[in-house]
C-alpha cells in the first residue's frame, strides 16, 4: 500500500487540476458572458488543440490505470513525485485565484485582458504554466510509464509553445508595458 500511495496521490493532483479547469472554464464564461477561449479563435491554437485534448485526456486516465506501475527509483520517487503534484495543485490554485476574470485558456487575438503582475506573476510570466509542467513531471515521477513519459514530451513541448505564442500576444497587445515585464520576469523560472 505504501508503494501505491503516492501513485494515487498524483492520479488524484491530476483529476483535481483538471476537473477544476473545466468548472473555471464555466465559471469565467458566465462572468465574462462569452467562452474564454476553451474554443480557440485561430488556426494555430485549434490546430495545436487536435494534439493536446487527447494528451490531456490520457495523463487523465493512464495514471489510474497504471496505479501499480513499478518504481525503477523506488518509493523516493513515487514520493517525490506525489509531492510534486500536491505543490503544484495548491499552487495552481493560488495563481488561478489571482488571474481572476483576467483567466484564459487560450488566446483570442481581438481580446485584450487585464495584465497580471502582482503575486507569483512578480516572477513568473507563466507560473501555470510552470506548475502544469512541475505537474505532469511530478505525475511521471510518481507513475513512471512509457505511455506518460509520451504524454509529458507533448504536454511539456506544447506548453514551451504556448508560452512563446502567448508572450506574442501579449506584446501586441500591451506593448512597451510588456516588453518592460519581460525583461525584469523569468519564463517559467524566476529571473535573479
Known amino acids: 500500500m505504501a508503494v501505491l500511495l503516492p501513485s494515487l496521490v498524483a492520479a488524484s493532483c491530476v483529476t483535481v487540476y483538471w476537473m477544476t479547469v473545466a468548472i473555471k472554464s464555466v465559471?469565467?464564461?458566465r462572468l465574462i458572458h462569452?467562452?474564454?477561449?476553451v474554443i480557440p479563435r485561430e488556426k494555430?491554437?485549434?490546430?495545436?488543440r487536435l494534439i493536446w485534448v487527447p494528451a490531456v485526456l490520457a495523463w487523465n486516465?493512464?495514471?489510474w490505470l497504471n496505479l501499480n506501475a513499478v518504481h525503477p527509483g523506488g518509493t523516493f520517487c513515487g514520493i517525490a513525485g506525489a509531492g510534486a503534484c500536491v505543490?503544484?495543485?495548491g499552487a495552481s490554485y493560488h495563481?488561478?485565484?489571482?488571474?481572476?476574470?483576467?483567466?484564459?485558456?487560450?488566446i483570442d487575438p481581438d481580446e485584450k485582458t487585464k495584465l497580471i503582475v502582482s503575486g507569483a506573476y512578480r516572477y513568473l510570466r507563466h507560473p501555470i504554466y510552470s506548475l502544469s509542467i512541475l505537474l505532469m513531471l511530478g505525475t511521471l515521477a510518481a507513475i513512471p510509464t512509457p505511455a506518460l513519459l509520451m504524454v509529458a514530451v507533448i504536454h511539456c513541448t506544447l506548453m514551451q509553445i504556448e508560452a512563446r505564442r502567448e508572450e506574442g500576444h501579449m506584446l501586441r497587445v500591451h506593448g512597451e508595458t510588456y516588453r518592460a515585464y519581460m525583461q525584469t520576469t523569468g519564463r517559467f523560472v524566476p529571473k535573479f
Open 27 to 29: 465559471r469565467i464564461a
Open 34 to 37: 462569452k467562452d474564454p477561449n
Open 44 to 48: 494555430t491554437g485549434w490546430l495545436m
Open 61 to 63: 486516465i493512464f495514471p
Open 87 to 89: 505543490l503544484a495543485l
Open 95 to 106: 495563481c488561478w485565484h489571482e488571474m481572476g476574470a483576467s483567466w484564459r485558456i487560450g
